[in-house]
């Protein structure tokens, strides 16, 4: 099991930036690929980006595509999310998970381990 807490979550007004921080530890962080999902009110969980465990491929959902970048930092057991150019409609709160196997999944299913979440609130 790992355990994930995420960091970063705030209010930003539209247009304007946000890093999320996930810090990993327990079971070896560097071996699993990780994802970053968000849930808004009256809303499912939905994907946003994963990364596979060597870092070198990264996918996104088409809502975030251009304007979001994953990337993990082995050194630090660490995974962040920069995310630019924010719209009202990414106000959620934003979940890191490692995944259960080596693939990259979009499925929130094929995650076990999740982080307690933190908010983030885009004003228009």
């Known amino acids: 099991q790992v355990q994930l807490v995420e960091s970063g979550g705030g209010l930003v007004q539209a247009g304007g930036s946000l890093r999320l921080s996930c810090a990993a530890s327990?079971?070896?962080?560097?071996?699993?690929?990780m994802g970053w999902f968000r849930q808004a009110p009256g809303k499912e969980r939905e994907f946003v980006a994963a990364?596979?465990?060597?870092?070198?491929?990264?996918y996104y959902a088409d809502s975030v595509k251009g304007r979001f970048t994953i990337s993990r930092y082995h050194a630090k057991n660490t995974v962040y999310l920069q995310m630019n150019s924010l719209k009202p409609e990414d106000t959620a709160v934003y979940y890191c998970?490692?995944?259960?196997?080596?693939?990259?999944?979009?499925?929130?299913?094929?995650?076990?381990?999740w982080g307690q979440g933190t908010q983030v609130t885009v004003s228009s």
């Open positions: 998970a490692a995944a259960r196997g080596a693939a990259v999944a979009k499925n929130p299913d094929e995650y076990d381990d």
């Open positions: 327990g079971r070896t962080f560097t071996l699993y690929p």
């Open positions: 990364i596979s465990w060597k870092g070198g491929s990264t």
